[in-house]
């Protein structure tokens, strides 16, 4: 039978790049007595089978391999087990749980020879732990065991790149429980780098890292903390309807910690667009509901309005919009737009409310933010609308004349006179509004476009012609699905169809093709685009992402 460390190996050199096939990952574990016992019970049954092994000077690994193997353990057994016995014989515990940990040949063994490596081992196990580590069942194990042994950010980013988003999670939160200073700031990076992290894993990293203390230390690394402010506005998006910055208990004082460091900062375009970002969250997102003093938030905005008016800030600004490279050059707009509207405050009219309309797009180097948000008088009004990144229209907006309001609670009635609209919500408050200005203030947002990007509005374009001529996909027996541009990919677009086949028993087969796009007029791209999509199956470059396993392997198109 071969060890579970030896089939890793083999699928490694197969996929050296890529997570390991999930139908390749055979683990031989069976069920064994025990599977009613308690958690407490499972560690008791395992502390005192360790005990006995460790007692018995004659007993090899062998027999402890035999003897776990009849024994059920949970994923974090063995740590538990393991957690308050200072009296391991170091060398013989390090010499166990090498064996344990490369002929194991049931996920058992090897869980606990990672837990034995975690406290005795040496960077010398580093390599063995990083290939076990890829088998999905171990990945949160190995991670804690490298970061225990002092292996670096690019030990965890090796693995954390080889593991599919799910196991990434596994990995991210089995460091949260004992973060070092190596894995601080590779956790803070990885999830303001991997696109959707859910918000809780991301309170989860702030919680374990100390955002306050980190920024707040001045020996902290400049990179480090700006993935801070960067954890600190991903808190604020929309997370399953919920934003998690207001479960984050030091949100107020790592704001304050991060803008007192800001000031202190010498100009580069990445603290430019963190600043920005952070006056359009202050200004208009949902940290603005946090427990501030009377008027913070929009000193701290004051605050770095004035740092980025300073004459160095200026330049920064100028010299990347006259950057030839178009992500530069467009992050620098992006800039520059939301800066005059933070800095372009219309006055408030006596006697009515004042409605503001803001499509706010987040950082494009990094963020896949898109939200419509609205202020009523300055102030952030809840809202139960938001653009959501697989489509390109603003939602809500339309929705906002007679009827119903559709933001805040779903039942503020919209209501209409003459030259006042009302909105009037289940707790009796009315808010009430001039109806011209209310009006003009929809047409603009409908309007406004600012806050597109060149890969918006190409794949616009090219869905609109793909739709209008279904024959450019139907040639190849395919169909659309939608095409979609991410905020923080400003040169991609992504198209997505089904694949439909030729066998009548046969399910579709869903694939995903990246196309590039540019600076070039809209028109004259997608229709390029579509002059290629005609030429060549569209099948060919593209990667599946789902359906049927028969057509995939036909197609050679795998997916896992």
């Known amino acids: 039978m071969t060890p579970l460390y030896e089939q890793a190996r083999q699928l490694l050199r197969q996929t050296p790049d890529r997570p390991l096939p999930l139908q390749r990952q055979r683990y031989l574990s069976r069920p064994g007595p025990g599977q009613d016992l308690t958690e407490d019970q499972r560690t008791a049954l395992l502390s005192a089978a360790l005990r006995s092994f460790f007692a018995d000077p004659d007993a090899g690994p062998p027999q402890l391999h035999t003897l776990l193997c009849e024994l059920t353990l949970g994923p974090d057994t063995a740590a538990a087990a393991l957690e308050h016995w200072p009296e391991l014989p170091p060398e013989r515990a390090r010499a166990v749980g090498r064996r344990l940990l490369r002929e194991g040949t049931d996920e058992r063994p090897v869980l606990v020879g990672l837990e034995l490596l975690a406290r ?209 050059h467009q992050r620098a707009e992006w800039a520059r737009s939301n800066l005059d509207r933070l800095t372009r405050r219309r006055p408030p009219r006596p006697g009515t409310a004042s409605l503001d309309l803001w499509t706010v797009r987040g950082d494009p180097a990094w963020s896949d933010l898109l939200e419509a948000r609205v202020l009523v008088d300055d102030v952030p009004f ?110 991609l677009i992504r198209l997505r169809f089904r694949l439909w086949p030729r066998v009548p028993e046969w399910r579709c087969l869903f694939l995903v093709r990246t196309l590039p796009v540019d600076d070039r007029p809209v028109a004259e791209q997608a229709a390029e685009l579509v002059r290629e999509l005609s030429g060549t199956d569209p099948v060919e470059s593209a990667v599946s992402t789902g359906g049927d396993r028969a057509l995939a392997e036909l197609r050679n198109k795998p997916w896992s």
């Open 120 to 328: 005795t081992g040496t960077v010398h196990d580093l390599p063995s732990i990083r290939t076990v580590g890829l088998f999905n069942a171990f990945t949160a194990q190995a991670g804690a065991a490298l970061a225990a042994l002092g292996g670096t950010a690019s030990d965890l980013r090796w693995l954390a790149d080889r593991c599919r988003p799910r196991h990434q999670l596994t990995l991210v939160r089995g460091l949260c429980r004992n973060p070092t200073p190596t894995t601080r700031p590779w956790l803070l990076h990885h999830v303001v780098s991997v696109p959707r992290t859910p918000g809780r894993t991301i309170r989860q990293v702030a919680e374990a890292v100390g955002l306050v203390r980190l920024l707040d230390d001045p020996h902290s690394d400049e990179s480090t903390c700006l993935d801070a402010g960067r954890v600190l506005l991903a808190l604020a998006r929309w997370d399953n309807f919920l934003p998690q910055i207001g479960r984050y208990a030091d949100a107020v004082p790592a704001y304050r910690a991060l803008l007192r460091r800001a000031e202190r900062w010498s100009p580069t375009l990445d603290r430019y667009a963190l600043l920005v970002d952070i006056a359009l969250e202050l200004t208009t997102g949902h940290s603005w509901k946090l427990d501030w003093t009377p008027g913070e938030p929009a000193r701290l905005v004051d605050r770095v309005l004035a740092t980025l008016a300073a004459p160095g800030w200026r330049n920064c600004l100028t010299d990347a919009l006259a950057d030839p490279e178009p992500p530069t």
């Open 382 to 491: 809840p809202c139960d609308r938001y653009i959501d990144q697989g489509y390109s229209f603003l939602i809500g907006i339309s929705d906002l004349g007679p009827g119903w309001a559709h933001y805040g609670d779903p039942d503020t009635v919209c209501e209409r006179t003459a030259d006042r609209v009302h909105w009037r919500a289940p707790d009796g408050r009315v808010t009430a509004f001039d109806a011209a200005e209310y009006d003009a203030e929809i047409a603009r947002a409908g309007a406004d476009r600012s806050w597109h990007w060149p890969a918006l509005l190409v794949a616009d374009e090219l869905q609109h012609l793909l739709e209008a001529d279904r024959s450019v996909l139907g040639r190849w027996n395919c169909e659309l699905e939608w095409v979609h541009a991410e905020n923080n990919e400003p040169g």
